[in-house]
C-alpha cells in the first residue's frame, strides 16, 4: 500500500467531501422514499443518510476497511472492483455514485446507471473543469486523476442519454481543505512521528504539500459536481 493509501485508512473519507454538502445533496433529491438504493462511495456518512429514506440500501466500496466501517455501523456492505456498479433485479430507484474521473469515459458510466435504474433519481457526483484552467492546472491535476471533463460536456452526455438534470451542486473549496487535505496532512505528520525511519514519509510529505499548494493556488479550476439525474423516458 501506498503512503497516501496508508493514511487514508484513519480519515472519513478517502477524497473531497463533508457531511454538509452530502445534506445539501440531498435537499435537492426531494422527498424520496426508494424501495431499493445503492450507494458506491467512499464515506460512511452518506449511506446512513440515504438508508433513512430508503427501504432496502446496498453500499459497495472499493477498500475493503470502509466495507468493515460500514458493516458496523449496520449497513449492508460490499467489496467491489472500482468504477464497478452493482446490479439487482428489477433495478434500483435511488443511485448514489461518488465517482472521480471517468477512465471508460463519462457516457459509459451515465450509461451503466440508466442500465441499473428501475426509474427514481441518480445522484452523480464527478470532477469537472468549472473554467478553462491554467496549463500547469490541467497537466498537474490530469496527471493527478486522469482525464477531467468540463461541467457542461457532462449536462450534455446525459442529455444525449435522456436523462433529465433535476439540479446540480458545486463542491465548495472547504470540502478540499477541511475535508480532505487538513486531515490528510494531520494523519501524515501523525504517521511521520510513529515512523521516523520510514522512506515513504519524506517523498509522501513532500508530494502532499506539492498537491495542496497546487489546490490553494488553482482550486477554483475544479471541483466536484453533483448531479441530480432522473430519467425522462422509461
Known amino acids: 500500500m501506498n503512503f497516501i493509501g496508508t493514511l487514508l485508512r484513519s480519515m472519513e473519507r478517502s477524497s473531497a467531501g463533508s457531511e454538509d454538502t452530502t445534506q445539501k445533496v440531498m435537499e435537492l433529491c426531494g422527498k424520496i422514499s426508494p424501495k431499493k438504493a445503492l450507494f458506491v462511495g467512499d464515506d460512511i456518512f452518506t449511506p446512513r443518510l440515504v438508508q433513512q429514506r ?102 450534455y452526455k446525459a442529455k444525449e442519454l435522456d436523462f433529465g438534470i433535476r439540479d446540480f451542486y458545486i463542491a465548495p473549496k472547504s470540502d478540499w481543505r477541511d475535508g480532505y487535505y487538513k486531515p490528510l496532512s494531520l494523519a501524515a505528520k501523525e504517521y511521520g512521528r510513529a515512523n521516523p525511519e520510514s522512506s515513504d514519509v519524506s517523498a509522501g510529505l513532500s508530494l502532499l504539500d506539492m498537491e495542496t499548494d497546487m489546490f490553494e493556488r488553482h482550486g477554483e479550476e475544479f471541483s466536484y459536481i453533483y448531479f441530480i439525474l432522473e430519467l425522462r423516458n422509461r
Open 54 to 155: 430508503c427501504n432496502s440500501l446496498e453500499a459497495a466500496f472499493s477498500e475493503d476497511f470502509r466495507v468493515e466501517m460500514a458493516a458496523q455501523s449496520g449497513i449492508d456492505s460490499r467489496l467491489v472492483q472500482l468504477f464497478e456498479l452493482p446490479e439487482t433485479e428489477g433495478g434500483f430507484d435511488f443511485i448514489w455514485y461518488n465517482g472521480t474521473v471517468e477512465f471508460d469515459g463519462i457516457t459509459q458510466r451515465l450509461n451503466m446507471l440508466k442500465e441499473r435504474m428501475a426509474e427514481g433519481i441518480a445522484v452523480y457526483r464527478t470532477l469537472c473543469w468549472l473554467i478553462e484552467p491554467m496549463p500547469d492546472t490541467r497537466l498537474y491535476y490530469e496527471r493527478r486523476f486522469g482525464i477531467i471533463e468540463q461541467m457542461y460536456a457532462v449536462v
